[in-house]
Structure formats: C-alpha cells, structure tokens
C-alpha cells in the first residue's frame, strides 16, 4: 500500500493489529484486543476488570489531587483577603499621613524635629505599602496557578469518567455471558448432586444386601447344626433293602412330582430373591426420578414466568420507543402484540389527531410508510442486543423533511451507541451530514450497466 504500486481498486487496508494503512498515511489503533466477537469471555472479563480497577484508583488520584488543591486555593483566598485588608489600612494610613504632611507643609514654620519624624514614619509606610503590595501580586499570580491546575485535573477527572462509564457499558455485556456460565454451572451441580444420591442409594441398598446374605448364613449353619441334632449318623433299620429302596425311589418319584407341578424350591428362592432386588431397585429409582421431575417442573415454571415477564417488558419498551419516534415528526401510532398468535399489528396516524383514527400501514403515502419503518426499526434496535447493525435503502421513498428527520434520529441513536457499528445504505447525497470522527461516507462507483454496448 506504501509503495509506488498499491494493489488495483484498493483504497485501505488493515493489519492484525488494527492499524489502518493508505496510500500516503498510516493510522495507528487506539485499542490492543476487540471489543465484540472475542473468544476467550473469562480473559476479557479478566482485562475488563483490571482496567476498571487501574481507572478507579486513577480517579481516586486525581480526586485526591483536587481536593489538596481546593485546600490550597481557600488557603491562598484567605491570604490575599488578609494582604487586601492590610493594604486597605496601609493606604488609610498613607492618606491620612499625607494630608497630614499636606497641612504642615502649608503652615510656613520652620521644619522641627516632629516633622522629620513623621516623614520618616511616612517612608517606612510607604515601603511597607510597596512590599505588602508586592506580596499581594505574587499571592494573585499563585492563586491564578493554582487556578490553572486545577481547571487541568478536573478537565482530566472528566476523561477518566467518561472512561470509566465507557468500561462499564462494555463490562455489560460480559456480565450476561458471565451469568449464563453461572447457570449452566449451577446446573451441573444440580444433576451432580442426583446422581450422588442415586449412588448413596445404590450404596445402601449393597449393604443391606450383605447384611442379607449375612444373615442369611448364619440361618444355614444354623439349619445344618441342627440335622446333626437329629441325625448325626446313619439310622438302624430292621427294614430289608429291597423295601428301602422301593421307599427311596417311591419318595424320588414324589420329590421329581412335586418338582414338575411347583419346580425347584431353590430355584424359586432364587427367583424370589432376584425379584425382591428388582423390585427395591425400581422403587428407589422411581423415588429419585419422580424428585428430579418435580425440581424439573419447578424449574421450567420459573423459567416460563420469568420468560413471559421479558416479553411482557420488551413489548412496553418497544411501544415506548415507537411513540417517542414517531412524535418527533408530530406523529402518533400504537403496536399491538398478540404473543398468543405470534402477531404484531402496526397503525400509524400523520399529523396531529385523535389516538381512535389510527390508520393501517397499507393506508399511508410512501414517504411516511418509509418513515414509519424506521421508526419501527429503531425501536427493534433499542430492546436487542447486537454489535451491528444495518439498514438498506430506508429514504428512498421519503420527501426531504422526512428523510432528514429520520436520518437525525438514526444519527442520535448511533452517537449514543459509540460500542456499537451501524452501517445505513442509501442512494442519496449524504454530504450534508455533520462532520465527526464516528462517521464515515464511503461512496461506492456508479455500475457499470452496459450503456456503452446497447447496440449489441
């Protein structure tokens, strides 16, 4: 860009560090790190806060130092009152010496001894009229310093002021995104703190199960203690063989029936058992799922309340902004929201008139629907949040007094968003605008239509 060739149809540039780079001058950044779209939210609330800390002890400085020096000025008035009363009486005396001179010098007596005296007295008065007055100009000489600088601090108190306010309008937004992380943790923790209780559950329900199966031995070696009560050994039978074996087997047979028609009993224990867990498990789920429902449910209900309450305060501020537009052209209208349909119904009324004559929006010449529109849209700006905003081909339609109207209001909302890029497109002459260091004008080339080939 700084060479002898700049690329074709390039103007400017802009480097990584946000300098701005002609053909024939370069623009240093004022800032070191973006104000919108950076990446890392909890270093920028990090700087945020360090900067509006470094400003605040700055601005306790220099309130310090304005302080000290509205000591030093009542100091210094109340000197130069006391050299003023001094040289009042001074030249009293001085007067009244000097008529007195003036009286004897007119009486022709021969000059006596009294009379040098008093001469002398008048000399010394008179140095020492000349020294308090010269004291008095060095104490109004340093009273006007001290004037100087302070009119210099409190000039610089303004500065960082408005610095500071600027930091906060800037610590905003982090703020929101700081409160959505702390839900989003806040969150966390609630579902942290249900699945430590479904562990503790779980937890509980092992060791009741332990004690169980604890139990549940100690009931078997109990059992098998007391069949070695009973029979410790073989029993003595007069019985033959052959008749003990048909009683085995008749016993068996009955054993096997009574398996087949009810199954095995240490099966059905077993499946008893498993049910049982089954069954405690589910129930202990169901209790913490029905808990964590109910906190859902309360959750969703606040959420709900506090979501139809913003609507609610948006739609009001959006009519606010709307009215307070559109009388600025001697205007009147009325927005009606239906959230319950997902409407919006716009009338707009020109001129002074009855509220009840509002008029739809198809009924209204160009330049007032133009207007109207833009009325509208600033009113959209005020309730939402966006670093950019843009606005395509607003005046084409409006007459000159409605052009320049909303071209004020839309310059006044801007000036008053200084963190914020508004970019307005339009097709007219935009010289006449106010020259400011927060407005540029870049004018585009006329298209190139293809007038010069309409032969072909």
């Known amino acids: 860009m700084l060479g002898k060739n700049p690329p074709r149809n390039c103007t400017q540039a802009f480097s990584k560090e946000g300098d701005q780079i002609f053909t024939n001058r370069v623009y240093s950044a004022d800032q070191t790190r973006a104000n919108c779209l950076s990446g890392d939210v909890e270093e920028e609330i990090r700087l945020t806060q360090r900067e509006l800390e470094n400003q605040k002890a700055q601005e306790n400085r220099f309130q310090q130092q304005i302080r000290k020096l509205d000591d030093e000025i009542k100091q210094n008035e109340i000197l130069l009152k006391k050299c003023q009363m001094t040289q009042k009486s001074t030249k009293d005396k001085m007067t009244k010496l000097q008529l007195e001179l003036t009286d004897l010098q007119n009486v022709e007596e021969p000059q006596s001894e009294d009379l040098k005296a008093l001469e002398e007295d008048l000399q010394e008065v008179v140095s020492k009229v000349s020294m308090k007055q010269t004291q008095y100009d060095e104490a109004k000489d340093q009273m006007a310093k001290l004037k100087e600088n302070y009119e210099e601090a409190e000039q610089e108190y303004k500065q960082h002021k408005e610095s500071i306010n600027t930091l906060l309008e800037e610590a905003e937004s982090v ?26 559950g779980h937890l509980k329900n092992i060791q009741s199960l332990e004690a169980e199966l604890k139990s549940k031995e100690e009931e078997l070696q109990e059992s098998v203690a007391k069949a070695a009560q009973i029979c410790p050994e073989r ?66 209900n606040q959420r709900l309340q506090a979501y139809t ?15 307070s537009m559109l009388a600025q052209r001697g205007y009147s209208g009325s927005m009606i929201f239906d959230h319950k349909n997902e409407t919006l119904s716009i009338s707009v009324q020109p001129g002074q008139g009855n509220t009840a004559d509002l008029s739809d929006m198809r009924s209204l010449s160009g330049g007032e629907r133009s207007f109207s529109t833009v009325c509208f849209v600033l009113s959209l700006w005020a309730i939402t949040e966006a670093p950019f905003r843009c606005l395509d081909e607003f005046d084409v339609y409006m007459d000159m007094v409605n052009r320049r109207i909303s071209m004020d209001m839309m310059l006044k909302v801007a000036s008053g968003q200084l963190f914020r890029q508004f970019i307005f497109l339009t097709p007219q002459n935009m010289s006449s605008l106010p020259i400011s260091s927060n407005i540029r004008i870049l004018r585009l080339k006329d298209p190139d239509r293809g007038q010069n080939n309409s032969s072909t």
């Open 309 to 323: 309450e913003f609507r609610k305060f948006f739609s009001a501020r959006c009519k606010y902004y709307f009215n």
């Open 175 to 200: 703020k929101e995104d700081l409160s959505k992380t702390d839900q989003e943790v806040v969150r966390c923790k609630h579902h942290t703190k249900h699945y430590e209780e479904k562990r503790s």
């Open 235 to 300: 029993l003595e039978t007069s019985r033959p063989a052959k008749s003990l074996d048909s009683e085995i087997n008749r016993m068996k047979v009955k054993i096997a029936t009574q398996q087949e028609q009810q199954g095995d009993r240490n099966e059905i224990v077993r499946q008893f058992a498993k049910a049982r867990d089954s069954y405690k498990n589910m129930s202990q789920q169901i209790k913490n799922l029905n808990s964590f429902i109910k906190s859902l449910t309360s959750v969703m």
